[in-house]
């Protein structure tokens, strides 16, 4: 019996895709903040700044970072993702400043305190994550702290999302931004079973310290 192969996400219509589909339907969609997210942030001690939660698409991590003080804007190439983030964080009475937009023909406003990726990156073109390093890179101010979550190599399969290793992190980042650790961790969300993911804390390196 033949099966359907599911399109793999960095193909996707995302526009199309968060048009059709319920967002708590979702495989990555999760309610409050990422776990792994959460433990950086109160390790390094940070709350507050202005952050960048890019690809936010249900807007719950821009939502949960609003709460816990920081000045969030939230961007996503999709504009109905946007919309429904926007009218998600004013039902609960949460400020954020949503914009639809692409990380590799940026019209964002800089620099942000930190940036949160949860699931950008790994659907992007190989061939483009060149222009994504340095986007990103342009839109941290020196110092800052960049946390990347992705799928990792250990995840089985290949249909969905790009699969990295820590060496790839590395190799990708390394010359941009200091590397300061990368943990094996899960994907929260609707799927029964959790995808394997890393988690990344990068940070800009800044001259004035060297």
Not at 68 to 86: H, K, N, P
Not at 89 to 102: E, K, L, N, S
Request: proline share 8%; charged share 20%; with cysteine.
């Amino acid at each position: 019996m033949l099966m359907s192969t599911p399109v793999p996400p960095r193909i996707l219509d995302w526009e199309q895709y968060y048009s059709d589909q319920a967002i708590e339907s979702m495989p990555w969609f999760y309610p409050d903040l990422d776990p792994d997210l959460a433990q950086a942030l109160d390790h390094l001690g940070l709350s507050e700044g202005r952050v960048l939660d890019l690809g936010t698409g249900p807007g719950t991590q821009a939502i949960a970072l609003s709460r816990r003080g920081f000045d969030v804007t939230a961007a996503d190439l999709s504009a109905s993702a946007v919309a429904g983030a926007e009218a998600r964080a004013a039902a609960q009475g949460v400020a954020i400043r949503f914009q639809q937009d692409d990380i590799l023909k940026s019209k964002l406003i800089g620099p942000f305190d930190l940036i949160f990726d949860r699931g950008c990156f790994h659907v992007i073109d190989p061939a483009r994550r060149p222009d994504y390093v340095r986007a990103v890179h342009g839109f941290l101010r020196p110092g800052g702290c960049f946390f990347l979550k992705c799928f990792s190599v250990k995840q089985p399969g290949i249909e969905g999302p790009h699969r990295f290793s820590p060496d790839d992190i590395r190799g990708i980042f390394g010359t941009a931004f200091t590397v300061e650790s990368i943990i094996d961790t899960i994907y929260q969300g609707t799927l029964e079973v959790k995808p394997q993911a890393l988690f990344c804390t990068l940070r800009r390196p800044n001259p004035a310290k060297i």
